[in-house]
C-alpha cells in the first residue's frame, strides 16, 4: 500500500504532460524576448567548447524527430554557461554534406534547463535518413545522423524492415564502453535504452574511472553525473548515429525505489525524497532527446509512449518505477509469499497499465514490443524444491504479470516481444501463460540484455545456465557477459542476435555472438537459431 495516500504518481503523469506543455510555452516566449530584446548582433562568447556533450536524436516518427543538445563548456562543474539564455541555430539536412537544407530554425538554451536544447522537427519525408548539426555564437557542434519512421498507417509487407540495438546499465566506473564501438559499426536504424543510464553512488577510488562527486542528490549533482557519462566519446558517438528511445529504471534516481518509497526505510524526510526525486527526473530530462509531452513537473514525469514503424511494429516504451506498489517482502531473491498475488500490487499503475491495453488492442500491427525495465519472465533461482523469485522484478508482481499475459492470450495481441534490461545478464526467455506449466500456451517471448559495462568483466555461465535450466525450462540462453542486443524485424520474422565482448576493463575488445534466436510471425515461441 501507499505510506503516502495524499500522493498520487498517476495524477502527477497527467500534471507533467500539462505543465510540461505550458513551460514549453514560456521558453519559446523566452525565444521570441531574446531574439527581439537579446544581445543585438553580439555573439556569445564562451569560456570553452560548448558542445563537450555532443548531439543526439530520439523519438521519431513519420514526420521529423526529437534534436538535443546542452551548451557545457564546462561540463563537470555545473557545465559553466552563464545565467542567460543563449540562441542556438540548428538545421536538418538530407545529405551528409549539408548542402540540400530540409528545416532550420532557432531555439533558445534557457539556464532552467541547464541550456539544453529539444528541438522537435516535423514536416519531413518517412522512412528516411537525414543529417543535422547545431550552432552557438561561432561554434558548430558535431553532426549527427537521425532519421524517420514508417507511416502508421503503411501495411507491414510494404514497410521496410527495421534493425534495432538495445542496452542498459552503463556503469561509468566498472569499464569502458567498448560495446557502443560494435554497436555503432553495426548501424541501427533505432536504438533503445531501458535504464540505468547513470549511476547515482559516489566516486571510489580505484575503479576503471571514477564518478566525479558524492552519492548524488540536488540538481546540480545528477547534471554533473549526466554531463559525465555523456562525455564518454563511445555514447557521444552511439548517440549522433541514430535516433534513441530511453526510459529509465532505478539507478537515475535511486536503488529500487518504488514511486516514493526509497529502498532504505531512513530518517529522510518524504519530501526530501520527492525534492531528490524532482531533480533527478529534471536532470534525466535535461541529458535526452524527449519530447516537450514528457517535461517534467515536480517529482512527476510523463515518460511511457509508443513509437510506430508502420504497420510492422510499435513499440510501446514502458515506466516500471515511477507508479509502482513498494517490493513485496522486501528486496533481493525471496520465497514466494500472498502478497505476490495481492491485486493491488502493481508494477505499471492502472493509468498506463490502461493507456498500454488500449495500445495494444487499438493499432495492431505485426509485432507488439513492450520495451521495459526488468524480467518479466518468473524465473526460480533456487535450485531443488524450494523456490526463490526476485521481488523487484515483475516476479514480485506476480497478479499483475500473470494479467498482462492474459491479456496477451485472450486479447489476441499479435507476436508480443518483451524487451528488458537491468539485471546484467543475457536471457532469451519463452513466456507461458501459466506459470508453472511449461506444456501451457506460449504467449510471448522475452529477449534480455546484459550491461554495457555494469559488474565489469564478464565470466562463463555454463553452469549457472544449466542449473536455470532445470529449473525453468522456459530459459532458452543465459549468460554473464557484457554486451547489447541486435534485432532485426521485418514482416515473417522477428531475429535476435546477442551481442558480448570479451572485456570491459580495457579497451579493444572484439565481439561475439554467441547465440541468435528467431520468432516467426504468428508462431508463438522462440527458434534458436
Given at each position: 500500500?501507499n505510506?503516502?495516500?495524499h500522493?498520487n504518481?498517476?495524477?502527477?503523469?497527467?500534471?507533467?504532460y500539462l505543465a510540461?506543455?505550458?513551460?514549453?510555452?514560456?521558453?519559446?516566449?523566452?525565444?521570441?524576448?531574446?531574439?527581439?530584446q537579446?544581445?543585438?548582433?553580439?555573439l556569445?562568447?564562451?569560456?570553452?567548447?560548448?558542445?563537450t556533450?555532443?548531439v543526439?536524436s530520439?523519438d521519431?516518427?513519420?514526420?521529423?524527430?526529437?534534436l538535443?543538445?546542452?551548451?557545457?563548456?564546462?561540463?563537470?562543474?555545473g557545465?559553466?554557461?552563464?545565467?542567460?539564455?543563449?540562441?542556438?541555430?540548428?538545421r536538418?539536412?538530407?545529405?551528409?554534406?549539408?548542402?540540400?537544407?530540409?528545416?532550420k530554425?532557432?531555439?533558445?538554451?534557457?539556464?532552467?534547463?541547464?541550456?539544453s536544447?529539444h528541438?522537435?522537427?516535423?514536416?519531413?519525408?518517412p522512412?528516411?535518413?537525414?543529417w543535422?548539426?547545431?550552432?552557438?555564437?561561432?561554434?558548430?557542434?558535431?553532426?549527427?545522423r537521425?532519421?524517420?519512421?514508417e507511416?502508421?498507417?503503411?501495411p507491414?509487407?510494404?514497410?521496410?524492415?527495421?534493425?534495432?540495438?538495445y542496452?542498459?546499465?552503463?556503469?561509468?566506473?566498472?569499464g569502458?564502453?567498448?560495446?557502443?564501438?560494435?554497436?555503432?559499426?553495426?548501424?541501427p536504424?533505432?536504438v533503445?535504452?531501458?535504464?540505468?543510464?547513470?549511476y547515482e553512488?559516489?566516486?571510489?577510488?580505484?575503479?576503471?574511472?571514477?564518478?566525479?562527486?558524492?552519492e548524488?542528490?540536488?540538481l546540480?549533482?545528477?547534471?554533473n553525473?549526466?554531463?559525465?557519462?555523456?562525455?564518454?566519446?563511445?555514447?557521444?558517438?552511439?548517440?549522433?548515429?541514430?535516433?534513441?528511445?530511453?526510459?529509465?529504471?532505478d539507478?537515475e534516481?535511486?536503488?529500487?525505489?518504488?514511486a516514493d518509497?526509497?529502498?532504505?526505510?531512513?530518517p529522510?524526510?518524504?519530501?526530501?525524497?520527492?525534492?531528490?526525486?524532482?531533480?533527478a527526473?529534471?536532470a534525466y530530462?535535461?541529458?535526452?532527446?524527449?519530447?516537450q509531452?514528457?517535461?517534467?513537473?515536480?517529482p512527476?514525469?510523463?515518460l511511457y509512449?509508443?513509437?510506430?514503424?508502420?504497420?510492422?511494429?510499435?513499440?510501446?516504451?514502458?515506466d516500471t518505477?515511477?507508479?509502482?506498489t513498494?517490493?513485496?517482502?522486501?528486496?533481493?531473491?525471496?520465497?514466494?509469499?500472498?502478497?505476490?498475488?495481492?491485486?493491488?500490487?502493481?508494477?505499471?499503475g492502472s493509468?498506463?497499465?490502461?493507456w498500454?491495453l488500449?495500445e495494444?488492442?487499438?493499432?495492431?500491427?505485426?509485432?507488439?514490443?513492450?520495451?521495459?525495465?526488468?524480467m518479466?519472465?518468473?524465473?526460480d533461482?533456487?535450485?531443488?524444491?524450494?523456490?526463490?523469485f526476485?521481488?523487484?522484478l515483475?516476479?514480485?508482481?506476480?497478479?499483475e504479470?500473470?494479467?498482462l499475459l492474459?491479456a496477451?492470450?485472450?486479447l489476441k495481441?499479435?507476436?508480443?516481444?518483451?524487451?528488458?534490461g537491468d539485471?546484467?545478464?543475457?536471457?532469451?526467455?519463452d513466456?507461458?501463460?501459466?506459470?508453472?506449466?511449461n506444456?501451457?500456451?506460449v504467449?510471448?517471448?522475452?529477449?534480455?540484455?546484459?550491461?554495457?559495462?555494469?559488474?565489469g568483466d564478464?565470466e562463463?555461465?555454463?553452469k549457472a545456465?544449466e542449473?536455470l535450466k532445470?529449473?525453468?525450462?522456459?530459459v532458452?540462453y543465459?549468460?554473464?557477459?557484457?554486451?547489447?542486443?541486435?534485432?532485426?524485424?521485418?514482416?515473417?520474422?522477428?531475429?535476435?542476435?546477442?551481442r558480448?565482448?570479451?572485456?570491459?576493463?580495457?579497451?579493444?575488445?572484439?565481439?561475439?555472438?554467441?547465440?541468435?534466436?528467431?520468432v516467426?510471425?504468428?508462431?508463438p515461441?522462440?527458434?534458436?537459431?
Amino acid at each position: 500500500m501507499n505510506p503516502h495516500p495524499h500522493f498520487n504518481p498517476n495524477s502527477i503523469s497527467r500534471r507533467a504532460y500539462l505543465a510540461g506543455s505550458a513551460s514549453f510555452l514560456i521558453a519559446m516566449g523566452t525565444s521570441r524576448i531574446f531574439g527581439e530584446q537579446g544581445t543585438g548582433t553580439r555573439l556569445p562568447v564562451f569560456s570553452g567548447y560548448p558542445f563537450t556533450l555532443g548531439v543526439a536524436s530520439g523519438d521519431p516518427d513519420a514526420e521529423g524527430f526529437v534534436l538535443w543538445t546542452r551548451l557545457a563548456p564546462n561540463p563537470l562543474q555545473g557545465g559553466g554557461m552563464p545565467a542567460e539564455p543563449v540562441k542556438v541555430q540548428w538545421r536538418v539536412c538530407e545529405d551528409e554534406a549539408m548542402t540540400k537544407v530540409v528545416a532550420k530554425g532557432e531555439a533558445v538554451a534557457i539556464p532552467h534547463l541547464a541550456h539544453s536544447v529539444h528541438v522537435e522537427v516535423a514536416g519531413l519525408k518517412p522512412d528516411r535518413w537525414y543529417w543535422y548539426d547545431f550552432k552557438a555564437g561561432g561554434d558548430i557542434s558535431p553532426q549527427g545522423r537521425t532519421r524517420t519512421l514508417e507511416r502508421a498507417d503503411r501495411p507491414a509487407a510494404e514497410t521496410s524492415p527495421l534493425k534495432i540495438a538495445y542496452a542498459s546499465c552503463q556503469h561509468f566506473e566498472a569499464g569502458l564502453y567498448t560495446a557502443y564501438d560494435h554497436m555503432l559499426a553495426e548501424s541501427p536504424d533505432l536504438v533503445l535504452h531501458l535504464g540505468d543510464y547513470i549511476y547515482e553512488g559516489p566516486g571510489k577510488s580505484g575503479k576503471i574511472r571514477e564518478h566525479v562527486g558524492p552519492e548524488i542528490k540536488t540538481l546540480e549533482q545528477y547534471r554533473n553525473r549526466h554531463a559525465q557519462y555523456k562525455t564518454d566519446l563511445s555514447l557521444q558517438k552511439m548517440h549522433a548515429a541514430a535516433p534513441w528511445a530511453v526510459t529509465w529504471d532505478d539507478h537515475e534516481f535511486d536503488n529500487n525505489y518504488a514511486a516514493d518509497i526509497p529502498e532504505e526505510k531512513g530518517p529522510a524526510s518524504y519530501e526530501d525524497f520527492l525534492n531528490r526525486r524532482a531533480a533527478a527526473y529534471q536532470a534525466y530530462y535535461e541529458h535526452m532527446p524527449l519530447r516537450q509531452s514528457s517535461m517534467p513537473d515536480g517529482p512527476g514525469m510523463k515518460l511511457y509512449r509508443s513509437i510506430r514503424h508502420g504497420k510492422l511494429v510499435d513499440f510501446h516504451v514502458l515506466d516500471t518505477r515511477q507508479y509502482r506498489t513498494d517490493q513485496p517482502n522486501g528486496d533481493g531473491s525471496k520465497a514466494p509469499t500472498a502478497e505476490m498475488l495481492n491485486p493491488d500490487g502493481t508494477m505499471l499503475g492502472s493509468i498506463q497499465r490502461e493507456w498500454l491495453l488500449s495500445e495494444l488492442t487499438t493499432s495492431r500491427p505485426t509485432w507488439n514490443v513492450l520495451a521495459q525495465q526488468v524480467m518479466m519472465a518468473r524465473v526460480d533461482r533456487e535450485p531443488g524444491p524450494e523456490e526463490k523469485f526476485g521481488m523487484d522484478l515483475w516476479s514480485g508482481y506476480e497478479f499483475e504479470r500473470r494479467a498482462l499475459l492474459k491479456a496477451f492470450h485472450d486479447l489476441k495481441i499479435t507476436n508480443p516481444i518483451v524487451l528488458t534490461g537491468d539485471i546484467h545478464t543475457h536471457w532469451a526467455n519463452d513466456l507461458n501463460l501459466q506459470p508453472e506449466d511449461n506444456n501451457g500456451a506460449v504467449v510471448g517471448a522475452e529477449f534480455v540484455c546484459t550491461s554495457i559495462s555494469s559488474n565489469g568483466d564478464g565470466e562463463d555461465a555454463t553452469k549457472a545456465f544449466e542449473s536455470l535450466k532445470s529449473e525453468n525450462p522456459w530459459v532458452n540462453y543465459y549468460s554473464r557477459q557484457r554486451g547489447y542486443v541486435s534485432c532485426t524485424i521485418d514482416a515473417n520474422q522477428w531475429r535476435t542476435d546477442f551481442r558480448t565482448v570479451e572485456y570491459i576493463t580495457r579497451p579493444g575488445a572484439p565481439l561475439h555472438t554467441p547465440a541468435s534466436f528467431v520468432v516467426e510471425n504468428n508462431r508463438p515461441g522462440m527458434q534458436q537459431v
